[in-house]
């Protein structure tokens, strides 16, 4: 029998998200039976002590006799329990110097860590993640941009919203500008971003259509990394070889920034991919792009303008091309930032429940009946106080 711990999210800025909702550990115990869970009492969740404790489960400050805790995100060194299970988003697989010291400690601790990014199925493809909502919290920004920057209309954030549903109805007769979109990535950050653009019925147009046409209504154009990134040499395109040697391609994304007013980021990027676009290619009178959402926030990172992470208190800056830095936002001239760093943190009870859903149908039962697919193996960066080998490269990352 195992005891799994729900952890409260202590890192800051606060996270109101849970990897289990109330209803879901009464699943969870249905599912599995003889899994005891215990939630850790949290002032911020999205869930009440309350809506736990009513369902039945337990609501203990002591999750030292847990097996597995579940987290969120970062778990704080100071809270760590030796010894112990953890899943959360450690953010340390691609190097994340703020994070270092954290891989550190799990290693001296003896702390086996699981990371959701890790979880993968054999063709590859993330098994659980946040990134939905992440698109769709961070396409509604841009739209709030726009309206901002040129006085159309006024959109609450997300954050203001009960739920998804209150957050999309806000469109409902608004008439949109003609604007030209465009979306680079094919996860699950650019599909929640296609999510929002299809349910206002916005036009998806062609590349040769979005870079040769104007238009009197708002459209996008969809890409993916072949389409803004080419080899140097001139050769086929390789995707596996792209991510393995990025340092053979260049950016070809200048028709797109030369035709675009709105730039939504949702790429998997690490080291080494060359940036979209230039500092001085931002100078130039043929960049066009006014809004960028940087939903997955990488910095440094392909944008240029990028320059920091903002909060859902203050989630735009304005970015001045000429002088290359941070000013205020929407002014006439300058090109406005979103790069809020925990975008489905704005709908926390909707993430949370749809983040659980994934964990109890393709994640739990590999963990709690047997990993007979290595899911759950392949995706541990640490156990026994050493790094597994397939994140042995993380090995100068902590000496």
């Known amino acids: 029998m195992k005891t799994i711990g729900i952890i409260r999210e202590s890192k800051l800025p606060t996270d109101f998200r849970t990897p289990l ?11 599995f039976p003889g899994t005891k869970i215990i939630v850790q009492p949290s002032p911020m969740r999205c869930f009440s002590n309350e809506s736990y404790s009513e369902l039945g489960i337990e609501v203990n400050e002591d999750v030292s006799s847990c097996d597995i805790l579940l987290g969120v995100k970062e778990v704080p060194t100071s809270e760590l329990i030796a010894n112990k299970t953890y899943l959360f988003f450690s953010h340390t697989i691609k190097k994340q110097a703020h994070n270092r010291n954290l891989l550190r400690h799990i290693l001296k601790n003896n702390i086996t860590l699981i ?16 990134g939905r909502f992440a698109g769709l919290v961070g396409t509604h920004y841009a739209f709030m941009m726009w309206g901002k920057k040129y006085g159309f209309y006024t959109l609450k954030p ?16 608004l008439q949109l500008s003609p604007m030209k979109i465009v979306l680079c990535g094919d996860g699950r950050v650019a599909h929640g971003c296609l999510e929002l653009l299809r349910k206002l019925k916005i036009h998806q147009v062609s590349q040769e259509e979005f870079i040769e046409n104007d238009y009197n209504e708002p459209v996008y154009v969809h890409l993916r990394s072949e389409d803004y990134y080419k080899r140097k040499d001139g050769k086929a395109w390789d995707k596996s070889d ?14 797109y920034y030369q035709r675009a007013d709105i730039m939504l980021n949702g790429i998997f990027w690490k080291q080494g991919i060359p940036m979209f676009f230039t500092p001085e290619d931002m100078k130039s009178s043929n960049f066009r ?46 090109i406005d930032v979103q790069a809020v760093g925990n975008l489905p943190c704005e709908l926390p009870i909707d993430a949370s429940k ?25 995706a541990t960066i640490a156990t026994n106080g050493k790094l597994t080998k397939k994140f042995d490269y993380l090995s100068d990352y902590i000496s």
């Open 21 to 31: 909702s109330p209803k879901q550990c009464v699943e969870l115990k249905q599912n």
């Open 115 to 130: 990371d959701y990014e890790t979880l993968v199925w054999d063709a590859g493809n993330r098994i659980i993640g946040f």
């Open 158 to 173: 997300a954050n203001e919203c009960a739920d998804i549903d209150e957050m999309i109805n806000q469109y409902k007769g």
């Open 242 to 255: 792209f991510y393995k040697h990025p340092e053979d391609y260049i950016s070809s994304f200048e028709h």
């Open 289 to 334: 792009i006014k809004i960028i959402s940087d939903i997955t926030c990488d910095i440094p990172g392909p944008i240029p303008s990028t320059i920091r992470s903002t909060s859902i208190e203050n989630p735009f800056y304005g970015y001045n091309s000429f002088l290359e830095k941070e000013v205020e936002a929407f002014l006439p001239n300058s």
């Open 354 to 378: 749809e983040f659980g859903e994934q964990l109890i149908r393709h994640v739990l039962p590999y963990l709690l009946e047997g990993d007979n697919e290595n899911i759950i193996k392949n």
